[in-house]
């Protein structure tokens, strides 16, 4: 079983509430003035986050584990990496001396391991942003205390942060040698997508339309109505909308799969998603009365948006040893960059 170990010490924020968090996706170390405070000794803090219309919450512990986790099959990813996110993470990693200023989100078929760790008022840090509300709390440890976590721990976010300090870890970099993770229990999270962006290179929507044929249904739409059901994905370009459904015969696997083995080679000319510069995934357009609403400036680009993976294929999938195309998934509340710290 896996064991959770305290952080000898960690950096945040100063408790209170916060309107705005330091930006640390360029770095740590450089950051000037230093905004961060470091606890007084070992300790495993717990992050709470409550969605702000809903009230939904997720419960958190987070802690260090060691970076060979990542590589002997106590940790599980979940899809495959994007090549030049790990080269830019290396080179960020290898600069700032290990340093990272968001902790790799993990996920477990049950509950929050959180338990155990009663809430406080005191040393907390409260910060509002992107509709959540977040709370971090510090509780103190000893330095040989440990939690033993029940798996299989899934990757959820971070995936390009684990197997670069991986990697480096096994190449005999110390200060990589553990990797800061929050647990949390899937049933708190919520298994969202990212929307296909692609470059359409002048093509005509009537010729998109006759070359996806081929491969499944497409159905014009009066309105951008995401899809509701596994199998179809909204299709928009040009001010146009359509479904498009996967036949029932095109095999077992997974929507993204399907989408990254048939229709993005076949269509496209797009064999390898995580380095061809003509498709992005990006966070999902926002749905107002049930109808995405597109940004203009991506008129000219065909976007696809399918439906979430469900809960129990993904873990399903995970522990038969598949992995999912890049970006096939977005697990949400993310955990947000420069409330918790590990500087090694």
């Known amino acids: 079983m896996p064991r959770l170990l305290p952080f000898p010490q960690f950096y945040h924020p100063a408790p209170g509430t916060l309107e705005q968090l330091p930006v640390t996706r360029h770095g ?23 969605n702000g219309e809903t009230g939904r919450s997720v419960h958190g512990i987070c802690g260090l584990l060691p970076a060979r986790c990542f590589t002997d099959g106590t940790v599980l990813p979940h899809e495959r990496t994007l090549t030049s996110r790990l080269d830019r993470q ?76 991986a990697r480096l870890a096994a190449d005999g970099r110390e200060d990589c040698r553990y990797i800061p993770v929050v647990v949390a229990g899937a ?39 995401p899809a509701k059901s596994p199998g179809h994905w909204l299709l928009a370009y040009r001010g146009d909308t359509y479904r498009l459904s996967r036949p029932a015969n095109s095999g077992p696997g997974t929507d993204a799969g399907w989408m990254n083995q048939v229709v993005l080679p076949e269509v496209f000319g797009i064999t390898d998603t995580r380095t061809d510069p003509r498709i992005a995934s990006v966070d ?40 999912l195309p890049p970006k096939s998934t977005r697990f949400e509340p993310r955990v947000p960059s420069g409330l918790l710290v590990w500087i090694p």
Do not use: C, W
Not at 127 to 141: C, D, T
Not at 286 to 313: M, N, Q, S, T
């Open 284 to 323: 999902p357009p926002p749905v107002v009365d049930g109808k995405a609403f597109f940004d203009p400036l991506e008129y000219h680009k065909i976007k696809l948006l399918g439906f979430p993976l469900p809960r129990e294929r993904f873990f399903s999938e995970v522990e038969a040893g598949r992995t």
């Open 28 to 50: 740590i170390r450089r950051l000037s003035p230093f905004p961060f405070r470091p606890t007084a000794g070992p300790a495993f803090p717990t992050l709470t986050i409550r």
């Open 187 to 225: 049933d708190e999270l919520v298994i969202g997508t990212f929307m296909r962006l692609i470059d359409g290179g002048g093509l005509s929507p009537d010729t998109l339309v006759q070359r996806l044929q081929r491969h499944g249904r497409v159905t014009p739409l009066t309105a951008a109505e």
């Open 90 to 165: 290396e080179r960020l990693i290898s600069a700032d001396g290990g340093a990272l200023g968001k902790p790799v989100l993990l996920t477990v078929p049950g509950p929050s391991p959180v338990a155990g760790f009663a809430d406080t008022d005191e040393d907390q840090v409260i910060f509002y942003g992107e509709n959540h509300i977040y709370r971090l709390q510090s509780h103190a440890a000893s330095a040989d205390q440990y939690l033993e976590i029940a798996g299989p721990l899934v990757i959820a976010d971070g995936h390009h942060r684990a197997y670069t300090h």
